[in-house]
Every structure is written in C-alpha cells, then in structure tokens.
C-alpha cells in the first residue's frame, strides 16, 4: 500500500549530508519531518523556508533521555511519527588493531547503541498505530568489509544483523525495515567533522591495504560518485512506493561490491560444501542442491 503524502518522518543527523537530504526529500514530497540533530539551530538553518512541516530538536542519540524527549516532542507537535530514520553515525578510520578500546567504543555508542535507543522510543508509537516504518541508514561496508573500515564496518555489520531481524517481527505488526546501503557519496563523512581517526598507527600497516585506504579516503574526499540529492529522493520514493525492499543499495559502486561479494560467496561456499554437510549427525539427510 502506498504510504500516505500526509506522513512524519523523524530523522536523525539531518542537518547535513545524507540526512538534510532525506529530509528535504520528505517535505518536497510533502510530508512533515521531525529533524533531529545536536544542534537544532543548524537543522533551521538549513531549512528555511519548511514552515510549521518541519520541527527541529535536539538530540544526541548517545543520551537516552534527550532521544524520549525528542520523540515525545514529535508526537505532540504532530501527533504520529510513521517513518523513522536512523541516520546519525560516526565514522573511525584505521586497522583495527590500531583502534584503542575507547575509539572502538564510541563508534559503537553511536552507530550500534544509538541506534537501539532511538529505535527503542519511537517502536512504541509505530505499534500503537500497527503502522510504520523504520530506515536504518547501513553502509556498503556492512555488507562488504574493506581494509582500513573494520571497526566501521563491524557496526554497520551489527545494525544489519538486527534490522534483519527486527523485520521478521515487526511485519505482523504492521511496520517494515528498510537497510540503506550507500556506497562513496560525495557528503562530509570523510571530513574529520564526522570521520575519526585512529590515533596510534602501527608502522606495519602502513604499506599496506589498511595504510593504502588512508590516503585514499583523503584524495576521494568530495569527489565520491555518489550524489546525495539523487540518494534522498531515492530512499523516500522507495518508502513511499509501499514496496520497500530489506535492503537498497545506492551507488554503482555499492552494487559493484555487492555483487563481487555475493560471487565470492557462493563460489567458496561450493567449493566446502562437502566440508559443511559432513558434519551433520549420521541420520541426517543431506539436502539436495
């Protein structure tokens, strides 16, 4: 079913890259937008002219009372949220050996437990409607690792994991999932206002893929293919449709990726798979191909 034109979205990290884009792409298609984002005098001021469709809040989605204040705030300002993004991440470039317990764990407050927790506070307002639905912005890289993005890519890796399994629960009740999985898009995610970096390098790494991936994050920097307009548009006509897929990939070079993985999947899968079918009991029946 289509989704109403008359629907709120609360979206999170919305005053730049991706998110401005999804939420100029939701009022454009005239919905109303809760626009989240630390500083929500960025989020107006990037949006000037969205009138009474837009309300700006403050959130940091590491801090669980501002994120329910946040929610509560959109309710009463609009009295539903039917589309939740969780947009808001954290980059940490570097091997992952190279990245300290603290570095890891920061990227995983926002990018993992964020997202859990702004989750959590809106779930409740989506199943008293038995409607909705939840966008959680993932990465190519999780579902394909590179060097130099483990740590990045492992908390992409985990909000796949568990938005798959949300839309297996939520589908009775009536709300769906959606994993966008946007390749290099040309944003500020490589800009050191959002990407972090390892601080102690380890000399071995540095002639390396993980060392190699360093310099290239600098040279592609705001020269990425992807264009963020197209990719805004993109996610809210798809959620509009009312035939969202699980997963939407974005960018040529996205698609690329997944397809040389799910490739190199199957070939070594085919090549162990007497390996993985021998260790089932003996009164086993082997599964025919």
């Not at 329910?68 to 991440?89: H, K, P, S, T, Y």
């Not at 000399?203 to 705001?222: F, S």
Request: net charge negative.
């Amino acid at each position: 079913m289509r989704r109403s034109a008359m629907a709120v979205w609360f979206v999170t990290g919305a005053s730049r890259g991706l998110g401005a884009e999804i939420a100029r792409a939701a009022l454009a298609s005239g919905h109303s937008v809760v626009a989240a984002a630390r500083d929500p005098r960025t989020v107006r001021a990037a949006f000037p002219d969205a009138g009474e469709r837009l309300l700006s809040v403050a959130l940091d989605v590491t801090d669980e009372a501002q994120v329910q204040a946040a929610v509560e705030a959109g309710v009463e300002a609009f009295g539903r949220i039917d589309v939740l993004v969780n947009n808001a991440g954290r980059g940490l470039l570097g091997a992952v050996e190279e990245a300290s317990d603290a570095e890891v764990r920061a990227v995983y407050d926002t990018n993992v437990f964020g997202v859990l927790t702004v989750t959590r506070a809106v779930l409740p307002v989506l199943r008293a409607q038995r409607s909705g639905h939840v966008v959680n912005v993932s990465s190519v890289g999780g579902f394909v690792g590179s060097a130099g993005w483990g740590v990045y890519a492992s908390t992409k890796f985990a909000v796949e994991g568990f938005s798959e399994t949300m839309a297996l629960e939520l589908a009775p009740l009536g709300i769906g999932v959606t994993l966008v999985e946007p390749g290099y898009f040309r944003t500020d995610f490589l800009d050191s206002s959002s990407l972090h970096r390892v601080t102690t390098a380890v000399e071995d790494y540095a002639e390396g893929p993980a060392g190699a991936m360093r310099m290239t994050a600098e040279q592609v920097n705001h020269g990425q293919p992807g264009d963020p307009v197209k990719a805004g548009l993109a996610i809210v006509s798809a959620i509009d449709s009312g035939r969202a897929p699980l997963r939407l990939q974005l960018g040529s070079d996205c698609v690329a990726s997944v397809e040389a993985k799910l490739v190199a999947v199957q070939t070594e899968l085919d090549a162990w798979r007497e390996v993985a079918v021998s260790t089932d009991h003996d009164d086993v029946a082997t599964p025919a191909r």
